[in-house]
């Protein structure tokens, strides 16, 4: 009986994908004389894209042999008949077809994906049951030992998941925006660049997102390698802030530092992700138009670098938990951050033998967060 059911659901996707392309070709056909070939080839790869994305590949690739039919015989000269007349529509029509198939398998490879994405999602949310059900039976010291290897393990999966279907979509993208650029292409217009700069961008941020991930999973265990070398200290913020541009916004950023600082022995690239976490942190939780201050000095045989911001500030007893993976501050408007940047830039300064900490502003209300770095030496 389940497979007759399934046969009979697996039929219907199909003839609804049928019916939705003679849908389509209905209505542009009532509209032949004021579009062209090429608004006729978007619209129907627009249908293919919402048939994969709904039906499965199957009925995608079913609808873009039968679109391609129907592009023949209703559009391209001579109208009422598949033959072609003239030899450049072939090229026409096989770009057409080539597109609409591939963007059509690239839709349903993604609904996939987040079909794969969400299974995984409920097994961590049932895992995670499962580990509160044994924090409350086990001992306080063997649960949170339980607790730190499980999370270990479970960032390291979702990890995993997410740069793998990451890195086809952007190569696809990427692929796809190369086509844009092209002198025969269905996809040369304007609405459609932008989707798929949309798309790259949002790429970008879940990479971003997928890096912190990696970096903190490699300071949890213990896998951080510093690769030390004589860095000024003006350098390592220029290159912090340059990144951060986008995130201070409207926002003034005012660099402090002595006249002469001596070089420090650190890896630029970690010292430079921990200003960036720094800079981030106080991006989030300062009012636009407020300054964020940015200061060095050398306090005996350490560096010390501190980002100050004109936010609400964090509570004494908060100060030290901020610190702690995936724990976000509420400052009145809701959580921001996904808790990762000030566990970031504590293990990058612990790496380098240094502390990090939170105290009051100099002037007026806000957050500072400050931290040292040896110096180092010709031994070192």
């Given at each position: 009986?389940?497979?007759?059911?399934?046969?009979?659901?697996?039929?219907?996707?199909?003839?609804?994908?049928?019916?939705?392309?003679?849908?389509?070709?209905?209505?542009?056909?009532?509209?032949?004389?004021?579009?062209?070939?090429?608004?006729?080839?978007?619209?129907m790869t627009l249908a293919i894209l919402f048939i994969a994305t709904f039906m499965g590949s199957g009925p995608a690739f079913f609808a873009s042999v039968l679109a391609m039919l129907c592009f023949?015989?209703?559009?391209?000269?001579?109208?009422?008949?598949?033959?072609?007349?003239?030899p450049q529509n072939w090229i026409a029509l096989f770009v057409f077809f080539i597109v609409s198939l591939t963007a059509g398998q690239l839709s349903a490879h993604a609904r996939r994906r987040t079909e794969e994405a969400e299974a995984g999602r409920r097994e961590v949310e049932r895992l995670y049951r499962e580990l509160q059900e044994a924090f409350e039976r086990a001992s306080q010291a063997e649960a949170l030992r339980r607790s730190e290897k499980l999370k270990s393990a479970l960032l390291d999966a979702v990890t995993h998941d997410i740069r793998t279907p990451l890195t086809s979509i952007k190569a696809s993208v990427t692929t796809l925006l190369e086509g844009c650029a092209g002198k025969i292409s269905a996809f040369d217009g304007k609405m459609e660049r932008e989707m798929l700069l949309v798309i790259d961008e949002e790429c970008d941020r879940l990479n971003r997102y997928t890096e912190k991930l990696l970096e903190l999973a490699r300071i949890e265990a213990g896998e951080l390698r510093l690769h030390r070398r004589w860095e000024a200290v003006d350098e390592l913020i220029d290159a912090a802030l340059k990144r951060a541009e986008p995130l201070v916004g409207e926002r003034k950023v005012e660099v402090i530092l002595p006249e002469e600082l001596p070089v420090?022995?650190?890896?630029?690239?970690?010292?430079?992700?921990?200003?960036?976490?720094?800079?981030?942190?106080?991006?989030?939780?300062?009012?636009?138009?407020?300054?964020?201050?940015?200061?060095?000095?050398?306090?005996?045989?350490?560096?010390?670098i501190a980002v100050e911001d004109e936010g609400s500030g964090i509570p004494i007893e908060?100060?030290?938990?901020?610190?702690?993976?995936f724990f976000r501050a509420d400052d009145g408007a809701g959580e921001?951050?996904?808790?990762?940047?000030?566990?970031?830039?504590?293990?990058?300064?612990?790496?380098?033998?240094?502390?990090?900490?939170?105290?009051?502003?100099?002037?007026?209300?806000?957050?500072?967060i400050a931290f040292t770095l040896p110096i180092g030496d010709d031994g070192a």
């Open positions: 009986m389940r497979r007759v059911f399934a046969t009979f659901k697996k039929t219907l996707r199909y003839l609804q994908a049928a019916l939705s392309v003679m849908a389509v070709t209905a209505m542009l056909v009532l509209f032949r004389v004021q579009i062209n070939a090429t608004t006729v080839a978007l619209t023949n015989y209703f559009f391209l000269p001579p109208v009422g008949t598949l033959t072609i007349a003239d420090i022995l650190v890896d630029s690239h970690a010292v430079s992700e921990a200003i960036y976490s720094l800079l981030d942190n106080a991006a989030k939780y300062s009012p636009r138009g407020s300054t964020i201050r940015i200061e060095a000095r050398c306090v005996g045989e350490e560096m010390e908060l100060r030290e938990r901020v610190f702690d993976k921001k951050g996904v808790g990762m940047g000030l566990a970031i830039a504590r293990g990058i300064v612990e790496a380098h033998g240094g502390r990090i900490w939170i105290e009051d502003p100099k002037v007026g209300q806000g957050t500072r």
